[in-house]
């Protein structure tokens, strides 16, 4: 499996983005599919995930402001980005898990099995 994002950029607070996670391989469409970020000097967090049919998970520092959504037939897992903080400046990172996780497990960086090279997103403010 291959994971290669894209769609970062430069903007201003309040403005959006929407950041790309294309998938290769077979596993795409029952997969757990998730992002994360760091910013410099952070830990790796979790911002949300999407279950291969129904449930998303947010962190609460994006909730209501960012959106996961997939399309099973692309292999494709994307993150709108609206109302955006300076705070929210770091380097995305997709990532996939093969099998479920427990909802409550999302945040562990260390379960997910797959994950994108990053593509750093960069609010001013």
């Known amino acids: 499996v291959q994971l290669q994002a894209s769609g970062g950029g430069l903007v201003q607070a309040g403005g959006s983005l929407r950041v790309s996670c294309a998938a290769s391989?077979?596993?795409?469409?029952?997969?757990?599919m998730g992002w994360f970020r760091q910013a410099p000097g952070k830990e790796r967090e979790f911002v949300a995930a999407?279950?291969?049919?129904?449930?998303?998970y947010y962190a609460a520092s994006v909730k209501g402001r960012f959106t996961i959504s997939r399309d099973n037939a692309k292999h494709t897992v994307y993150l709108q980005m609206n109302n955006l903080k300076p705070e929210d400046t770091a380097v995305y990172y997709c990532?996939?898990?093969?099998?479920?996780?427990?909802?409550?497990?999302?945040?562990?960086?260390?379960?997910?099995?797959?994950w994108g090279q990053g593509t750093q997103v960069t609010v001013s403010s």
């Open positions: 391989g077979r596993t795409f469409s029952r997969a757990d």
């Open positions: 999407r279950r291969s049919v129904g449930m998303s």
């Open positions: 990532a996939l898990r093969v099998s479920p996780l427990a909802s409550g497990s999302f945040g562990y960086a260390n379960l997910w099995d797959y």
